[in-house]
């Protein structure tokens, strides 16, 4: 059998009516959004308070689709992810703290320039995509700025805290409950916490618990990182930036005042994974900004951080996962398939490693999840290899020289 058959869904799982979601934050949140929409009855665990405490905790995240410059899987996945997005925010109008303001991508140098004008070129079939040069910026962006820029008028910022309130707003959420191991016996699986008695079990269980997805389902299986972000507020202190209407990005980005403030960031910290303010983080936000738009001037008055988690390969980690014998990592998985060629693990998925730009991903994640319970593939393959749970595994049996499965 080829390798590329690890790739394969599962049979539709028709008779599969319930499910758990463990993870609160937005890849969670939107998994049981369209698994209820879909009929299914949905239980999502959290193990903190509330739902969005961690990564999903901003209050001004962008919509910020990654657009490269070629039809590669990245563009074709967040192109179908912005328009999933949109879709959803409509359905959910009044819900969300969403502001269409509009956004742009600046282009700091010629070779930005080059490369916006291919993409503007490549993906703008709508127009809701375009390149503007700086003389359009006050009209469009409220202040006046010396650079070209990729505008995305229909995309803005949100609070994400409120869309994944919106999102559970008519499914069970569970929280103080730590979800600590998955089992499957017969048709159904099963559940157990750190800090109830209660063993749970549904038809499907959608795993969305980012960097500790790991501990659930082995670590050597996804190459999973994690990298701090901290945002912060600035408090302006020159009116003209006040006038400010769309986000800006630049190497960071800067918001509209929100509530006085503009929201500026984020920072990318590898060796502390702590959700602390760190000073010299902050002065990093201002002195980013400051270098390409030295107009941004102001006090910093507070921020937040969390800890993201990412892919080696920077893509989100979605879909059915292969099957584990026991929990416990690529090994099971490698027996499981000796024995028995590609198995899926049935009802088993996952929707982690949404790195910065989980608004979007966390998004397409939900709906390809609950697409492929009834067996419909709604990405196309390339897409669908660049983020499927197998690929890490794939890869490293290719590596060894191993290009097909036992049958
Ligand atoms: C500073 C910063 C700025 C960002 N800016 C943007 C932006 O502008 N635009 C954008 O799109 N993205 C942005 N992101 C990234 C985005 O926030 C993340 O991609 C997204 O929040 C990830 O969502 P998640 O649900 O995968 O993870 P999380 O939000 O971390 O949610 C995982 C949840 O699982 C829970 N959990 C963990 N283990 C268990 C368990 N065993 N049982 C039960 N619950 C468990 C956790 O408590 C947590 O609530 C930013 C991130 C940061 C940190």
């Keep these: 059998m080829q390798l590329d058959a690890i790739y394969t869904y599962p049979p539709a799982l028709s008779q599969a009516r319930s499910a758990i979601v463990i ?6 949140c939107f998994a049981g959004y369209f698994l209820h929409k879909a009929g299914f009855q949905v239980k999502l665990l959290e193990r903190n308070d509330s739902i969005a405490n961690e990564a999903s905790g901003n209050a001004a995240g962008i919509i910020y689709p990654r657009l490269e410059a070629s039809w590669n899987p990245p563009t074709q996945f967040y192109l179908q992810a912005w328009q999933m997005l949109m879709a959803t925010l409509a359905e959910l109008e009044g819900l969300v703290d969403f502001h269409k303001v509009g956004m742009a991508r600046l282009a700091l140098t010629a070779k930005d320039q080059e490369r916006f004008v291919k993409i503007a070129e490549l993906v703008d079939r709508s127009s809701w995509l375009r390149y ?14 010396n650079y070209d820029f990729l505008y995305t008028p229909e995309s803005g910022y949100l609070s994400v805290p409120s869309l994944c309130r919106a999102l559970t707003r008519d499914i069970e959420v569970v929280t103080g409950v730590e979800a600590q191991g998955l089992e499957r016996v017969g048709q159904s699986w099963y559940v157990c916490t750190k800090n109830s008695n209660d063993v749970l079990s ?36 020159d ?37 602390e303010l760190i000073a010299a983080e902050s002065q990093a936000n201002l002195a980013q900004l400051q270098q390409m738009l030295p ?3 102001g006090e910093i008055t507070g921020g937040r951080a969390a800890v993201r988690c990412y892919a080696k390969d920077k893509m989100p980690i979605i879909g059915p996962m292969p099957s584990l014998r026991q929990p416990g990592g690529a090994m099971d998985v490698a027996m499981a ?3 028995s060629g590609v198995v899926n693990a049935p009802g088993l998925f996952v929707s982690i490693a949404h790195g910065s730009r989980g608004i979007l991903s966390a ?41 097909k499965l036992p049958s």
């Design 295 to 297: 107009e941004f001037q």
């Design 239 to 275: 009116e003209g930036t006040a006038g400010l209407r769309a986000v800006l990005c630049h190497k960071g980005y800067v918001t509209p005042l929100r509530e006085g403030r503009h929201h500026i960031g984020a920072t990318y910290n590898h060796d502390d994974f702590s959700s």
């Design 363 to 403: 998004c397409l994640g939900g709906h390809i999840i609950q697409r492929a319970i009834v067996g419909e593939a709604v990405v196309g393959d390339d897409v669908n290899k660049s983020i499927h749970p197998a690929r890490f595994f794939a890869r490293s049996l290719r590596a060894a020289g191993i290009n």
């Design 202 to 237: 549904a038809d499907v269980v959608v795993v969305a618990n980012a960097f500790a997805a790991s501990l659930l389902l082995g670590s050597e299986f996804f190459n999973l990182s994690r990298v701090r972000g901290q945002v912060n507020y600035l408090q302006p202190q």
């Design 132 to 145: 503007e040069n700086a003389q359009q910026a006050e009209k469009l962006l409220g202040i006046p700025l």
């Design 337 to 339: 398939m000796e024995n």
């Design 23 to 28: 993870g609160g934050g937005v890849a969670g």
